[in-house]
């Protein structure tokens, strides 16, 4: 069954620093970081990416045509040379039940579709008469990862996802990442609506998140009624580039927020990531720049998935994923929006607002500029119409009152978020 919580999922994704390659010891030492040091904040997913059924995964890397473990039914398995307590068939359920016992989530990322290797040795269908053959879509292969075929929707594919989400929920799965749909649709829309249905006839509580992006914004009330997390973007990674281009997709997408349902800006590359390449690895944004991401995305309620190597995190990372003014304005943020982008001395800068749920908004200056600059402008331009107001800003405690301006100095690709008290002091 799909959750349709008020609060945007908050957690953690191997991706980003194992790739296709994470092991069982690497999740279980982040799950337990996670439980000492942040499920207190909020966190509490821990998701193993791609290909946790591919015994020779070492890297971001795909191997083509690799031999996957999984059972006489065609349902993938965790490799156990990598997942030792998934031996005998166990599947994750010994994994999963550690990490409910730190108090926390447990979830897994899928493909769309049956295994080829399934199709090819021609399994049963699990609890049917039917084989693999019978449920796929010979034409609907993934143009990056060919494990899969897709999944008709007649009686043999839906009593494939179905057999594959009864699986999931024995396991103890909170979170399921589905991958090759968000952006196949319309092609691929009525696969999307048998596996949603599948998940929501399993028996158990999860949440559903689409990947990868950019989602088509045409398809926005599709993607509500089928999911809770549908992403906004492709791989997003540690490119100012890329984060500077977020702005415009939040822009698009921040108002199909809602409960239960978030655009999704994909995770947080911060701290070490890529460790399977390197473990000197560490992100290349600077901290204003994931000052600048953590802001938007909090701001605009996108799901919050951390993709660094939370063990080696240092001071500034940790401060990063702790701020409670910014953790609460991702609870509380409410109908966010672009005031204006305005160029001012060679800077671009992009004001967003947002109210808060309990009381009082947030506003947030960002600079994409090259330099630091400071930008004055009207309340009125952010409906403020009394004649003074209290600010605290999130990342620094500073407080501050604006009068007849509201004014920042912002370093480059940086930000100043505050707290706004719309009661006059």
């Known amino acids: 069954m799909m959750l349709r919580p008020q609060i945007s999922p908050m957690g953690w994704n191997s991706w980003d620093c194992y790739g296709a390659a994470v092991t069982e010891k690497e999740v279980r030492q982040n799950a337990e970081f996670m439980a000492v040091n942040l499920k207190k904040y909020g966190w509490e997913y821990v998701v193993v990416d791609i290909q946790w059924y591919e015994p020779g995964a070492t890297s971001h890397e795909y191997r083509p045509f690799a031999d996957l473990c999984m059972d006489e039914y065609g349902?993938?398995?965790?490799?156990?040379?990598?997942?030792?307590s998934a031996a005998g068939g166990r599947g994750f359920a010994p994994l999963a039940e550690y990490v409910h016992s730190l108090g926390l989530k447990f979830g897994i990322h899928i493909m769309r579709g049956i295994p080829r290797q399934a199709v090819h040795g021609n399994f049963p269908v699990f609890g049917t008469d039917q084989t693999a053959r019978d449920a796929a879509r010979f034409n609907s292969i993934c143009a990056?990862?060919?494990?899969?075929?897709?999944?008709?929707?007649?009686?043999?594919?839906?009593?494939?996802?179905?057999?594959?989400?009864?699986?999931?929920?024995?396991?103890?799965?909170?979170?399921?990442?589905?991958?090759?749909?968000?952006?196949?649709?319309?092609?691929?829309?009525?696969?999307?609506?048998?596996?949603?249905?599948?998940?929501?006839?399993?028996?158990?509580?999860?949440?559903?998140?689409?990947?990868?992006?950019?989602?088509?914004?045409?398809?926005?009330?599709?993607?509500?009624?089928?999911?809770?997390?549908?992403?906004?973007?492709?791989?997003?990674?540690?490119?100012?580039?890329?984060?500077?281009?977020?702005?415009?997709?939040?822009?698009k997408w921040c108002v199909h927020a809602g409960p239960g349902h978030w655009p999704d800006a994909d995770m947080l590359p911060i701290g070490p990531i890529r460790q399977d390449m390197d473990k000197s690895n560490r992100t290349a944004f600077t901290h204003d720049e994931q000052l600048t991401m953590m802001t938007l995305w909090s701001m605009m309620r996108s799901p919050l998935m951390i993709g660094g190597e939370m063990t080696e995190f240092d001071?500034?990372?940790?401060?990063?994923?702790?701020?409670?003014?910014?953790?609460?304005?991702?609870r509380n943020s409410r109908n966010a929006r672009q005031v204006f982008r305005r160029c001012l001395d060679g800077n671009e800068f992009i004001v967003w607002v947002a109210g808060d749920c309990e009381d009082g908004m947030y506003a947030a200056i960002f600079n994409t500029g090259e330099e630091s600059g400071r930008i004055a402008f009207l309340p009125e331009e952010l409906e403020l119409y009394g004649q003074a107001y209290k600010a605290a800003e999130l990342w620094s405690g500073e407080t501050t009152e604006f009068r007849d301006s509201i004014s920042a100095q912002v370093p480059a690709h940086g930000v100043k978020v505050f707290y706004i008290n719309d009661n006059q002091p």
């Open 315 to 330: 001071g500034f990372t940790m401060k990063l994923i702790t701020n409670e003014g910014v953790l609460r304005m991702h």
């Open 75 to 84: 349902r993938l398995l965790p490799a156990p040379n990598r997942f030792p």
């Open 144 to 251: 990056w990862n060919p494990d899969m075929y897709g999944v008709k929707a007649n009686d043999a594919g839906r009593a494939y996802y179905a057999s594959i989400f009864q699986l999931y929920a024995q396991w103890g799965v909170d979170f399921i990442k589905c991958d090759d749909i968000c952006r196949e649709l319309p092609h691929e829309e009525e696969e999307l609506r048998v596996l949603s249905e599948a998940m929501n006839h399993c028996g158990r509580d999860m949440i559903l998140s689409l990947s990868p992006g950019p989602a088509l914004l045409e398809k926005a009330e599709l993607y509500k009624q089928v999911a809770n997390m549908w992403r906004i973007t492709d791989d997003f990674w540690d490119e100012w580039r890329l984060l500077k281009g977020m702005f415009e997709r939040a822009e």
